[in-house]
């Protein structure tokens, strides 16, 4: 992950979930430097800058970014860097039997201020088989 995203993400240790990321990232990955590659300059004209260096970093690493924000999809999309999103993480953890319900989960993080369309929420219980 990108220093910078890493910084974003866990300098307000009250915020929700700060720690449970800075733990993560201490224990299973790595944060990398700030880029400044084509990629990087591209995105940074339209993305803030975490974005922009998570899509430069993906680039180089040859992986898939974990992106909800629409500017930053359709980036990735042009740049031919594979993408997923929460619900997608939600719904495969489901499926490999990590979590029980991605209803709870979706409840709790947007009681957290994380904004999901109520269509794309009910599509993931929808494919979750979580509908009524």
Do not use: W
Not at 25 to 39: E, K, L, S
Not at 98 to 110: A, F, N, S, V
């Amino acid at each position: 992950m990108p220093q910078v995203v890493l910084e974003e993400t866990t300098a307000d240790r009250s915020r929700p979930g700060a720690a449970d990321i800075a733990a993560f990232v201490q224990t299973y990955a790595q944060a990398h430097p700030g880029r400044d590659d084509a990629i990087y300059v591209a995105a940074a004209t339209h993305l803030d800058e975490g974005e922009a260096q998570v899509l430069s970093l993906a680039y180089v690493l040859e992986c898939g970014v974990l992106m909800d924000e629409r500017r930053g999809r359709q980036t990735a999309i042009r740049q031919n860097i594979p993408l997923f999103g929460t619900l997608g993480v939600l719904l495969q953890a489901k499926r490999m039997g990590r979590i029980e319900r991605i209803e709870t989960i979706l409840d709790r993080i947007q009681t957290n201020g994380y904004r999901i369309s109520q269509t794309l929420v009910k599509e993931a219980l929808m494919l979750a088989n979580e509908l009524p």
